[in-house]
């Protein structure tokens, strides 16, 4: 999961515009990139609901097989999904996706262990999770992406990346921990946080 960085609703638009029409954009008739979006949507869909539909057994063989699984499989929908309003099908994004997803499934459900199990007090439990949590999952997925587009983790890229995702996560994250915590059983707190993630995912992958 991941008070805020202040922005402007100008600013946020103007920068999820400029990192979407950074990518050349293929004609809406070139019917082999649809058929290939599509497919690859289609099948996103239909494990990343197999799984969340399944969760509860999948977990009784590994608590944490259900959580990385779904985590990987909703990254590669987030992926797919951004691509295909692009019209553009890059398969090595959608396998970065799926690497962080991967990550950040494992690691989010054993912080929201950790959170719900050593941290009492539910302000605090908000607090942590926004001002130590949120900053080390976006780092994470910054220096991943550094490391996977130009093969070395720290760069002014990477910096100037990590501040300016933070910044968009604490417009969103907050909203989405409070309500978690407040409101949703802790059995069922991960696949809701995998469900938020999958619009998270969206917005990294037009930022990154």
Known sequence: MSLPFLTTKEEIEHDLEK?????????????PILK???????????????????????NVINPMLG???LGCFSGA????????????????KI??????????????????????????????????????GAPIFQLIFNLLNSLWDQGELFTITTKNS??????????????VSIFS??????????????LANLLWNIILSKLA
């Not at 990192?19 to 008739?29: D, I």
């Not at 915590?181 to 946080?193: A, E, H, K």
Request: charged share 10%; hydrophobic share 45%; glycine share 2%.
């Open 67 to 69: 959580p990385t699984l």
């Open 36 to 58: 290939r979006l599509l497919f690859a949507l289609f099948i996103e869909l239909v494990i990343s609901s197999t799984i969340y539909y399944n969760y509860d057994k999948i």
């Open 95 to 132: 396998f970065k996706f799926m690497v962080w997803g991967l990550i950040n499934g494992y690691f989010t459900a054993a912080w929201i262990n950790i959170l719900i199990t050593r941290v009492e007090n539910l302000f605090y439990r908000i607090m942590t999770d926004q001002f130590i």
């Open 77 to 92: 929908l987030a992926q797919s999904i951004n691509q295909y309003f692009k019209k553009k099908f890059t398969l090595n």
């Open 162 to 175: 990590f501040f300016k995702s933070l910044k968009y996560s604490y417009c969103y994250w907050p909203f």
């Open 19 to 31: 990192s979407s029409t950074t990518t050349t954009h293929l004609h809406p008739s070139s019917k």
């Open 181 to 194: 915590f407040v409101f949703i059983p802790q059995s069922l707190m991960f696949p809701c946080n995998c």
